[in-house]
C-alpha cells in the first residue's frame, strides 16, 4: 500500500473511525498525538495578542437531535461517565459536556457529538 492509497483511505473515514485510528496508532508506537499541537502552540504563548486569545474551551450540547443514545455512548466514551449520568448530561441538555479543555480537544468532541446527531457549542 502506498502513501497516496492511505490517505484515500484516512478520507473516506468517520471522525469517530480517525479517532479511533488514533487511539490505535498511540497504543502501537507508544507515542501521543497530543504532544506535537502543545509544542506547535508554544510559541505563540509570547505575544501580546495570544495572551487575548482562549486557551481553554467548554464543550455544551445544546440538543441530543434524533441521535440521542449514540449521542449518549459518546458522551460516556468522552466523560468516563456511566450510563445514568451521560444520560442525565443529555436529558438536560444544554448542558456542559467538558469544561476547559484545550481547543484541539473541544474540536474533535464537537465534531463527534455533531456526528453523532447532537448540536454543540464551544464557549
Do not use: C, H, Y
Not at 15 to 22: F, H, K, R, W
Not at 75 to 104: M, N, Q, W
Request: proline share 2%.
Amino acid at each position: 500500500m502506498n502513501k497516496e492509497q492511505i490517505i484515500e483511505a484516512i478520507e473516506s473515514m468517520t471522525v469517530l473511525e480517525l479517532s479511533e485510528l488514533v487511539k490505535a496508532l498511540e497504543e502501537k508506537f507508544g507515542v501521543s498525538a497530543a504532544a506535537p499541537v502543545a509544542v506547535a502552540a508554544a510559541p505563540a504563548a509570547g505575544g501580546a495578542a495570544a495572551a487575548e486569545e482562549k486557551t481553554e474551551f467548554d464543550v455544551v450540547l445544546t440538543s441530543a437531535g434524533a441521535g440521542k443514545i449514540n449521542v449518549i455512548k459518546v458522551v460516556r466514551e468522552a466523560t468516563g461517565l456511566g450510563l445514568k449520568e451521560a444520560k442525565e448530561i443529555v436529558d438536560g441538555a444544554p448542558k456542559a459536556v467538558k469544561e476547559k479543555i484545550s481547543t484541539a480537544d473541544a474540536d474533535a468532541l464537537k465534531a463527534k457529538l455533531e456526528e453523532a446527531g447532537a448540536s454543540v457549542e464551544l464557549k
